[in-house]
């Protein structure tokens, strides 16, 4: 059965600065994966995805992730986040044939003005 | 365009009651899926419907059941509910069904079990 880890359970960055939000997956194939954005009271948003070619994909509000097959890992990364990035954020994966998802545990992100 | 909507918004219920939680996909979307979001984790899979089909279901008891009517919209059904269905529980609509579709997610319906 597939999975996603999610090895941060909360993470706090400055203003400006970088970050970097990691996820593994286990599965024995390429999976398709994506990564949602959480805030309070809303919905689930699709930040970007990943389903085959170039590794480093670009997704929405200047995020970007780098699919690496021989480290099972998907990790997310913005160079320089803003307060408005406050959110919990999910890594996820489906296999196809039914879009169902598996999400991780998900990972809170603070900013710090 | 409207999102995916859900009703309600907050649902407070005793143990051992039922309870309906409705949602309406984004016009045009056949597809369906349900999910549930316990506090501190990340949303798990209960059903996906297609074409008023059910085509995936996640590991939940029976107590769970769901429906979708002509017009796409869903019904997520939860019998004699426990404390630990307390979550948000989150609709999803995609186009199709297969492949890969976009989910888009809804706000979630929060429900409290006392």
């Known amino acids: 059965a597939q999975s996603v880890t999610q090895p941060d359970i909360h993470i706090t960055v400055s203003e400006g600065a970088s970050l970097e939000l990691r996820c593994n997956y286990s599965?024995?194939?390429?999976?398709?994966l994506f990564w949602y954005v959480q805030s309070p009271g809303q919905g689930l948003q699709l930040l970007l995805k990943?389903?085959?070619?170039?590794?480093l994909v670009q997704g929405i509000k200047g995020f970007e992730a780098e699919f690496k097959r021989s480290q099972s890992s998907f990790n997310l990364r913005k160079p320089s986040v803003h307060w408005s990035d406050a959110a919990e954020y999910f890594c996820?994966?489906?296999?196809?044939?039914?879009?169902?998802?598996?999400f991780g545990t998900g990972t809170q992100l603070k900013v710090e003005l | 365009d409207a999102g995916v909507t859900q009703s309600p918004t907050h649902l407070i219920k005793t143990r051992g009651q039922h309870v309906t939680l409705r949602c309406s996909p984004i016009?045009?979307?056949?597809?369906v899926s349900w999910y549930q979001q316990v506090l501190g984790q990340g949303p798990q899979f209960i059903f996906q419907?297609?074409?008023?089909?059910?085509?995936g279901r996640g590991n939940f008891p029976d107590r769970f059941s769901a429906r979708q009517f002509p017009n796409y919209s869903s019904e997520l059904n939860v019998n004699a509910l426990l404390l630990g269905d307390s979550a948000l529980y989150l609709c999803?609509?995609?186009?199709?069904?297969?492949?890969?579709?976009?989910?888009?997610f809804g706000p979630g319906t929060r429900l409290t079990v006392l």
């Open positions: 999803a609509s995609s186009l199709v069904y297969g492949g890969y579709n976009e989910q888009f």
């Open positions: 990943y389903f085959s070619g170039d590794t």
């Open positions: 599965y024995g194939a390429t999976p398709y």
């Open positions: 419907y297609y074409e008023k089909e059910e085509r």
């Open positions: 996820a994966l489906t296999t196809g044939g039914g879009n169902k998802l598996t």
């Open positions: 016009s045009g979307h056949k597809s």
